[in-house]
């Protein structure tokens, strides 16, 4: 064989993909042990994780395992906030949120502002979520309460990975996710937030087709197809499903993290 | 309950999902009957078609079948291809091609030439496909011939529900796929080019997480994300599995096409 190559060519596609939902996680509290509770969860479910699972972690739980709660009532927007929130029509406390928690803005237009986050990826409102956001012990005199993105996904993920891995004697990787909306498409997908344990992106250069021209489309970024796949299954509020189990890929192991998926800004075309 | 509304509000998120690649289709040629090869192989395959399940089918097949081979040295490219393949340094005869497969340029650079796809849709090269791409009975004195996408993806998805929901007796959907690139992430990932049987965008409107508040990302792109699925068992050349089922999504049943996924150009801040 000449091909070969590529880190992440141990891709092999089954023939059969199960995508489940692990029922019986509690509405998660901030400092909860989610690794913990996770893993009860799958025991309690009858499931026994072997080799090539995928667990599938929506970032809701994370943030609040890690309490990243904001009250907006609390928050004093800046200068710079206060003249985005007038330009886009938004609460210039949120403003002040989303502009501490990202890097730059990409697009702005009234009711949007599209940034990239500190982690690096672009999306609308720095990814906070408005929804059913409020921490449990919350007063009533407090409020509105918004949720932010967890800290470091990637980190979270390897954490998980290897309590979990440990736990059920299974070499497993796992994915934090989210669902978003995109450019030109209607309607929110899946896409990974962190990973650990396996290839982000599929790189097939070195792959040919029987003619022996090189594959047009080398890469695939096999950990958002994966998230777009839970997210089916996930629900979306607090009432959802956030852990996904995904069985049926064969992987090779891999220390990236989720930033292997983002598009070098001077590489795109839209940025 | 008051929530209820929108069209497209019967879908229900199951808890496990299959997704399943059919083996045994044969190289499609020009002319085939698709829709009796996709239907003998699920037979062989001893697969039951039930209520709910979804027919994915990689678009390659039904150009194909559909005989869209072009042969780029019978082309003869116009004064704005020969102009814009020297912009953007590609084979003149090729963006002469995507020219024609195209309603607008959306973005130019070396070696990239993305559109809008004379169907709606933005993507690279118009999804026009140049691997493995020549006709079964291609004389060695013609080419390099490749294959352009299927004329009407919606029209071929609601035909072979129609014929195969008949076939079966079960009411099933069928959606028609391409992987592609996208703006800011790395990687290629499944999209709908065609779609029948079920809603597009699963429009949440109307839903409410339990303090009250509506939900805030209230569009999801259901098909797209079948789609991204699906691709994780498709592989990607000839010799890929080019239909997969999946089995576990409650839907209502919808006449809505593939256009329903197009965020409207006026809209989109990255237009």
Redesign the interface.
């Known amino acids: 064989m000449t091909h070969g190559g590529p880190s992440a060519s141990g891709y092999r596609?089954?023939?059969?993909?199960?995508?489940?939902?692990i029922?019986g996680l509690p509405t998660i509290e901030p400092g909860a042990d989610l690794c913990a509770l996770i893993g009860s969860a799958i025991e309690a479910a009858g499931i026994e994780l072997v080799d090539g699972d995928i667990l599938v972690v929506a970032s809701k739980v994370l943030s609040r395992a890690e309490g990243r709660f904001v009250d907006l009532g609390a928050i004093e927007p800046g200068d710079e906030a206060l003249t985005l929130a007038k330009e886009v029509d938004k609460d210039p406390r949120l403003v002040e949120l989303i502009v501490r928690e990202s890097l730059e803005v990409s697009?702005?237009?009234t009711g949007?502002l599209?940034v990239r986050h500190r982690l690096g990826?672009?999306s609308a409102n720095a990814g906070i979520?408005?929804?059913?956001a409020?921490p449990p012990d919350a007063d009533s005199s407090t409020g509105p309460w918004v949720l932010t993105l967890p800290t470091d996904p990637d980190r979270t993920a390897a954490f998980l990975r290897e309590e979990l891995s440990a736990r059920f004697n299974a070499r497993i990787a796992v994915l934090i996710t989210d669902?978003?909306?995109?450019?030109?498409?209607?309607?929110?997908?899946?896409?990974a937030l962190g990973v650990s344990g396996l290839p982000?992106?599929?790189d097939?250069r070195g792959?040919f087709?029987?003619?022996g021209?090189?594959?047009?489309?080398t890469?695939?970024?096999?950990a958002?197809?994966?998230a777009?796949?839970a997210?089916?299954?996930?629900?979306?509020?607090?009432?959802?499903?956030p852990v996904t189990l995904v069985r049926?890929?064969v992987f090779p192991c891999s220390e990236e993290g989720a930033d292997?998926?983002?598009?070098d800004p001077k590489q795109?075309?839209?940025?």
């Open positions: 596609v089954g023939s059969e993909l199960l995508v489940r939902s029922p697009r702005k237009a949007a599209i990826f672009i979520d408005a929804s059913n409020a669902s978003w909306g995109r450019p030109f498409r209607r309607g929110t997908v899946g896409f982000p992106v599929w097939r792959s087709d029987r003619h021209r090189e594959l047009e489309a890469e695939s970024a096999v958002d197809s994966i777009a796949a997210d089916l299954v996930a629900g979306q509020a607090d009432e959802g499903r049926g890929i292997a998926l983002l598009r795109d075309l839209y940025a």
